[in-house]
């Protein structure tokens, strides 16, 4: 798996909305359920997160 797609929906304060996709490069072959986790780390339960962070 040479590269991991991130999809996802960013909303600001103003509920103005932006769908966005960015493509990471994965050389040591990272699993998608490992990518998963690491996502879902950084999120909150809502699996909202800080795209700033």
């Known amino acids: ?3 991991i ?3 996802f929906l ?3 304060a ?3 909305k932006t769908f966005s996709d960015l493509v ?3 050389p040591e072959e990272i699993t998608l359920d490992t990518v998963r986790a690491i996502i879902r780390s950084g999120c909150n339960v809502d699996l909202c997160f800080d795209p700033g962070k």
């Open 5 to 7: 797609r991130f999809s």
């Open 24 to 26: 990471f490069a994965n």
């Open 14 to 16: 103003a509920n103005y």
């Open 1 to 3: 798996m040479p590269n």
């Open 10 to 12: 960013y909303r600001d």
